[in-house]
């Protein structure tokens, strides 16, 4: 059955075999962390995507050299029979993504660094829409919270509308370009600010008549329990309204990781799944749920699912578990064993923005970008400041993107490349190439010293 009436039906916007909008199922993608100039590594984890269920998979393209290497890994892989559409993903350089526009099926580029001169931009736009149009490569627009550009903050400050205004500009030129095989995003670390800006630009499209898929994440939303939760919170809000017509689950972990967690999100509301909650009392300000959960994972996501929406827009505020999950040996496990149930609420009020329990953790997934274990660094971070509840703690892959990207992180740890780490405190860098066996100890002493 159809998901969408139409009010809220998007355009149909077609990459390479896989159609996004119009009603169709929601498409779950992911992104490679490995370096895309190295092709057997980027090829590999495409299979290893591929199988895992992605139906398209973004590839950084950090320079010009490494285009030639997007289209070794597409040869190959076609080779091979895969034919999941690829996606180049570009920062900072409007000719990097034209050059890519004939090499895969869709180019990301960010309005917030695709030129720096605005008028430029609109050139080098028009140039990147002539290439797509004759080799059919759709565009997302792919903006963030965190790196909306200084013109755009300086008119509506660095919030949700500013992020739909942004948005809109882009929209008149592709109107101005006569394109419209376009797919956008507004991601924020914040589901608050995340789901905000989707939504207002959502009802502004359906006021005009002109609905573009939405591609829907939450960015840097870290790992574990943690990253699922925040995701699923804030993707599923917006799902559950209608909006959205493909996700990506940012984890900073294996991007396969990543791929359960979409499916998820994609089968529950295409509507081929539904949530284990079998009872709710819901009062005006407190939910009571009880659940008969397949599997932990399960639990977890239902339940953020299920509540993380009402939480988000102050339905209720407070919510309470009850109820059993499956264990991995098949017995029934009472949901409130081991204070699960409590630590679950604690979770998914910290990722509706309702309660602060702990530090509030920003971490990149991390891409063909990052020069260091990401993934042991944001555990030892995590393990190192999780006394410090409240504090907004950022973990970077890269300083061409992570700074920008941290939003409003108190403290940042960003990867400079060839061992090295800056160190932010707010926006500004206190410490500079510092050593990476060094910087976690340097980063809490900074912090402590404040
Ligand atoms: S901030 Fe992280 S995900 Fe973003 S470009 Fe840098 S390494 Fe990649």
Same mark, same amino acid.
């Given at each position: ?242 909006? *959205?017509?493909? &996700? ?5 972990? +294996? ?6 967690? !979409?499916? #998820? %999100?994609? @089968? ?54 009850? *109820?059993?999950? &499956? ?5 029934? +496990? ?6 699960? !149930?409590? #630590? %679950?609420? @604690? ?54 993107? *992570? ?48």
């Amino acid at each position: 059955m159809d998901r969408m009436n139409n009010v809220t039906k998007s355009m149909t916007v077609k990459v390479g075999n896989v159609t996004i909008g119009g009603g169709n199922p929601i498409v779950v993608q992911t992104m490679c962390n490995t370096h895309t100039s190295d092709v057997e590594a980027s090829v590999a984890q495409c299979v290893r995507l591929h199988n895992a269920g992605a139906s398209l998979i973004r590839l950084t393209v950090p320079s010009i050299a490494q285009v030639e290497s997007l289209r070794e890994i597409k040869s190959r892989l076609r080779n091979m029979g895969i034919d999941t559409p690829l996606v180049a993903d570009v920062h900072f350089s409007s000719e990097i993504a034209i050059a890519c526009a004939e090499v895969v099926e869709k180019v990301r580029i960010n309005p917030g660094n695709f030129h720096k001169d605005h008028e430029k931009a609109k050139e080098q736009f028009a140039r990147l829409v002539s290439v797509c149009k004759k080799n059919g490569t759709a565009i997302r627009i792919g903006l963030n919270h965190g790196s909306l550009g200084e013109r755009i903050t300086n008119l509506y400050g660095n919030t949700p509308l500013a992020m739909k205004e942004a948005v809109l500009e882009w929209l008149q030129l592709c109107e101005d370009n006569d394109f419209n095989n376009v797919v956008i995003s507004l991601k924020a670390s914040n589901t608050f600010v995340m789901t905000e800006a989707y939504r207002l630009l959502f009802k502004e499209m359906q006021k005009r008549g002109k609905i573009f898929p939405l591609h829907l994440g939450v960015t840097e939303a870290g790992n574990g329990d943690a990253g699922r939760i925040k995701s699923a919170v804030g993707i599923s809000a917006l799902l559950s309204e209608g909006i *959205g017509d493909t &996700v990506r689950v940012s984890l900073t972990e +294996i991007p396969e990781n990543e791929i359960p967690v !979409a499916q #998820y %999100l994609s @089968d529950r509301y295409g509507r081929r799944l539904h949530s284990s909650m079998v009872s709710l009392n819901l009062d005006s300000k407190k939910a009571i749920a009880t659940y008969d959960a397949p599997s932990k994972e399960r639990l977890l996501l239902d339940f953020s699912c299920d509540f993380g929406k009402r939480l988000l827009d102050k339905e209720i505020d407070e919510v309470e578990i009850k *109820g059993t999950y &499956v264990g991995e040996n098949g017995q029934r +496990i009472d949901v409130s064993a081991d204070g699960y !149930a409590a #630590y %679950l609420v @604690d979770e998914v009020m910290q990722a509706a923005r309702r309660r602060f329990y702990r530090p509030e953790y920003i971490a990149c997934p991390g891409c063909g970008r990052t020069m260091y274990n990401l993934e042991n660094t944001f555990n030892e971070v995590k393990q190192r400041t999780a006394h410090l509840k409240g504090m907004v703690i950022a973990v970077m892959g890269c300083i061409v993107n *992570g700074p920008g990207e941290m939003a409003d992180a108190d403290w940042g740890y960003v990867g400079e490349g060839n061992g090295m780490v800056s160190i932010y405190k707010g926006k500004e860098p206190v410490l500079r190439h510092v050593s990476e066996s060094e910087a976690i100890d340097k980063l809490l002493e900074l912090i402590e010293k404040k």
